[in-house]
């Protein structure tokens, strides 16, 4: 973090706790005949992509799970990568699925998405598993939304009765989040590319979430002084580096707590993924 002004919000030790965790966990299940399985569909030759299914395989492999990388064609059809979803599906030795983005041209996560089986949807991809967390009823919630509300908790920032602007809308965090912070009784506001008075509205809120995939997005107009800021992006820079949405040096000198990329929500997201399989692995949601 560039200001020390903020307090750092890191992943890490949030994370180490539950590989801990996930470790034991692994460990029983395959003492007791079920070895946890994690099945990641790949359909690209993306090297950033392939740079973070290397990444989840050895904490998966850390923690005694098995990860397999299931490489279809760049060029496969809609058809292909939901005949391979439904196939692992059906196979009794794999318990969780995620399917990678990228895909090929043609095809969509969100239409090929159901074709995961809910049971074995470890990131929440399915609408029937989006359906049921906006229901309140068991399911996996995208690792990604989940590991905000585990961020916010691990440096006990309490949400219940607090304002929480969302910068964002997508399936994969922006929705989900908000059920997520509901669920804790946080008073929720859900904003997007077409928020009028973005600035003004995120200024209100005593936490903030950037997730919207814009680099700098916000800045320290977007902040009220002391609120605490979650940056949930991850965008590449031309050096092979990251930034968040967040202009981390003005925001940081105005919140009270702001979470850093990397080492801030990412490290628990990819914990929570493998925490997911080894309780789908023991039918647990």
Known sequence: MTNPTAAELTGRPRADALRAEITRLAAELAQDGTPPRLAV?????DEPTAWYVRSIARAAARTGIACDTVRLPADASPEQIR????????????????????????SVAAELADA???????????????????????AFAPATA????????????????????????STVVGKPLAHLLLDRDATVTVCHSRTVGLPAVTAA?????????????????????????????TNPTPDGGLVGDVDAAAVGAKAAALSPVPGGVGPITTALLLRHTVRAAARVL
């Open 205 to 233: 809120a005593d936490i903030v979430v950037a997730a919207a995939g814009r680099p700098g997005l916000i800045t320290a107009e977007h902040v009220k002084p002391g609120a605490v800021v979650v940056d949930v992006g």
């Open 116 to 138: 995961i089986a809910p049971e074995k949807d470890v990131d929440g991809a399915n609408p029937l598993s989006l359906g049921r967390l906006a229901a309140g009823l068991p």
């Open 83 to 106: 005949e391979r979803l439904s196939e692992l599906g059906a196979d009794p030795t794999v318990h969780g699925v995620i399917l990678q983005t990228p895909l090929p041209e043609g």
């Open 146 to 169: 989940e590991a905000v509300v585990q961020l916010l908790d691990a440096h006990g920032v309490v949400v219940a009765g607090r304002t929480v602007a969302v910068v964002g809308r």
């Open 41 to 45: 569909v790949v359909a690209t030759e």
